[in-house]
């Protein structure tokens, strides 16, 4: 929304520009730069060379050719034409802390002026009242938009944009002719067909969780790798040998890791009732405590409260590599007889499901990770793949709640998928008619509007 | 009560986070859960410190297999920690200021520590990765 904006008059050069020299400056630095006493040994030296009939100029040296490159530059000091045409604009869909400025270039910022006169462009700012002056930000030749992000809701501006060249040299100012100020707006307009898309999905989510509370739809297929958890746990308690889980790499805030942990509650009652132990070392102090409450919990549901160990919850260090050289110690020394690796993992995938290949361990591995995937199903006796890892806490649980967000995710899946076929038939058709407005502009509208700048 | 109020803290900063990505006025709010979620990583990280030294010493305290190894632990972990949060070899950037200067500056006792002893113990644990891949590919 537009709150104000103003165009600029040209200001006198003497007064206006605060940074660059005055009249008598340059009248001075003309004079040193011709001293009238270099005038006449140059009047001699001609006279010298006539008399000595000489028909050349002498060559001059290096130094006085730099001497007269810089002569040319600093003549031009005062001569930077401005920029012009300032205009300022409320930046669009924030909280009134933003101003878009624009401006026309000026006419000396050439590309093709060597060596260029204009280098970049100078944005300051005062209060309404002409206060508080300061300088925000330098930009480069060519470049005529800038955004003030650091505004105050409420408070009204007034801009200056002046063009520097080498040395000191700056323009008179292009300046707004009157103040502006921030607009606050209260929806973020570029993300109403993000939210619409939100919206659908979490209401599919609702509309099937209810669904699967009447007792329909409650069908998921089966996963090799979860049905596989009762027999690790099984052969764990035989061999009297712990179960080693492993939550990955990356702290509570990533999914991954919470669907770790809801597969750990799983395996965790079902150690309990199989009186198997289970040890889960962790990289993140958080992921310690969240693993704790679950595990505490799985053996209170199983009923065996008291076979609860914290100590075999615990923290092992930040570092990746330090971690892996605790786990692979202790698969080597405790020989667990079943491995869980479910999460976030890197480079350490593979170091840790080849020591458990060695030990003879069942293992289980899930990871969003799609580089690690190969190294896990090469190693691994099973393997979640991919979204498999999410949807094991429903499919383990059985859960209403949780098949209906399984089955509402789908139904996300579902539109993602129609959104990207009609993206392809429109592209394709746009490409196939180009002299189409009606597909050109409906392909933009969806690839900006609905897909584009909605979810930046 | 115990159970309810961090269900509750969590279901309001989970909706002024997906608030504020619609109505920006929201994201002052959204800022200042993000900086809360800083101020419980931090307390996160003593809890983590404190159950590692708990384990160790317990281990040590027992004399349980291994417990030389925990006493090293522990010894390499007072001796990082102190290292780097009194600054030794720091030069300060400000000497108005004298705890000024990074921690890791080149040439402080951290630096030192982390560059040749840390790095080289991770390089080695990273380089074995070569051997399990060759296993890997020959089975």
Redo the contacts between chains.
């Keep these: 929304m537009l709150t104000s904006a103003g165009q600029t008059a040209p200001l006198p050069m003497t007064g206006a520009s605060h940074n660059g020299p005055g009249l008598a400056a340059q009248q001075h630095r003309r004079q040193q730069q011709f001293p009238p006493t270099r005038s006449l040994v140059w009047i001699l030296c001609l006279c010298l060379g006539n008399f000595w009939g000489a028909t050349e100029l002498p060559a001059q040296s290096p130094e006085s050719r730099a001497d007269d490159a810089s002569t040319e530059i600093s003549a031009t000091e005062i001569d930077l034409a401005p920029p012009s045409a300032l205009l300022a604009r409320d930046h669009p869909?924030?909280?009134?802390t933003a101003i878009d400025l624009t401006w026309q270039l000026s006419p000396d910022d050439r590309a093709d002026r060597k060596p260029r006169l204009v280098l970049g462009y100078q944005i300051s700012r005062t209060l309404a009242d002409g206060t508080m002056r300061e300088t925000l930000d330098r930009v480069t030749a060519g470049v005529s938009e800038f955004t003030d992000r650091s505004c105050e809701f409420g408070t009204a501006y007034l801009y200056e944009v002046a063009a520097f060249g080498p040395g000191q040299s700056v323009s008179v100012t292009a300046q707004l002719s009157g103040p502006v100020q921030p607009a606050?707006?209260?929806?973020?307009r570029s993300?109403a067909w993000?939210?619409m898309l939100?919206i659908v999905v979490c209401g599919s989510v609702v509309f099937f969780t209810e669904f699967v509370k009447t007792g329909r739809g409650t069908y998921v297929r089966p996963i090799a790798g979860l049905q596989a958890i009762n027999e690790a746990v099984g052969r764990a308690t035989e061999m009297g040998r712990p179960l080693l889980f492993v939550p990955g790499l990356r702290?509570m805030?990533e999914i991954s890791t919470v669907a770790a942990i809801n597969v750990l509650s799983h395996v965790a009652r079902t150690a309990a009732e199989y009186d198997a132990t289970i040890e889960v070392p962790t990289n993140?102090?958080?992921v310690?405590?969240a693993a704790r409450e679950t595990v505490h919990a799985a053996y209170l549901s199983a009923g065996r409260p008291e076979a609860f160990n914290d100590?075999r919850i615990?923290?092992?260090?930040?570092?990746?590599?330090?971690y892996?050289?605790w786990l692979t110690g202790y698969m080597v020394?405790e020989q667990p007889a079943g491995c869980f690796y479910l999460g976030i993992f890197f480079?350490e995938s593979?170091?840790l499901?080849?020591?458990g290949?060695a030990i003879g361990a069942i293992q289980i591995a899930g990871t969003s990770e799609t580089a690690q995937l190969p190294?896990f199903v090469?190693?691994c006796d099973y393997t979640l793949i991919g979204e498999e890892l999410f949807a094991a806490s429903a499919y383990l649980s059985g859960e209403p709640h949780q098949l209906g967000s399984l089955k509402g995710q789908d139904a996300g899946k579902v539109l993602a998928g129609v959104l990207l076929v009609t993206g392809c038939l429109l592209a394709t058709l746009a490409g196939l008619f180009p002299g189409s407005p009606g597909l050109t502009s409906t392909l933009n509208y969806l690839v900006n509007s609905i897909l584009g700048r909605g979810g930046a | 009560m115990k159970s309810t109020l961090p269900w509750l803290i969590a279901a309001v900063t989970g909706c002024v986070m997906i608030g504020a990505f619609f109505v920006p006025p929201l994201k002052d709010w959204m800022n200042e859960a993000g900086g809360w979620f800083e101020i419980l990583a931090a307390l996160a990280f003593v809890l983590g410190g404190g159950n590692l030294c708990a384990q160790h010493l317990k281990k040590v305290a027992a004399r349980g297999p291994g417990w030389g190894y925990s006493a090293v632990t522990l010894v390499s972990f007072f001796v990082t920690l102190i290292l780097g949060l009194f600054k030794f070899g720091v030069v300060a950037d400000n000497p108005e200021y004298p705890w000024s200067g990074h921690h890791q500056t080149e040439g402080s006792a951290l630096w030192w520590l982390f560059t040749y002893a840390f790095r080289p113990l991770i390089s080695t644990m990273f380089a074995l990765l070569a051997f399990y891949v060759a296993s890997a590919a020959f089975r």
């Design positions: 869909n924030d909280a009134g606050r707006q209260w929806f973020n993300r993000f939210g939100t702290d805030n993140r102090s958080l310690m405590t100590d615990s923290y092992i260090t930040d570092e990746q590599m330090a892996v050289a020394r480079a593979l170091i499901a080849e020591t290949n190294f090469a190693a």
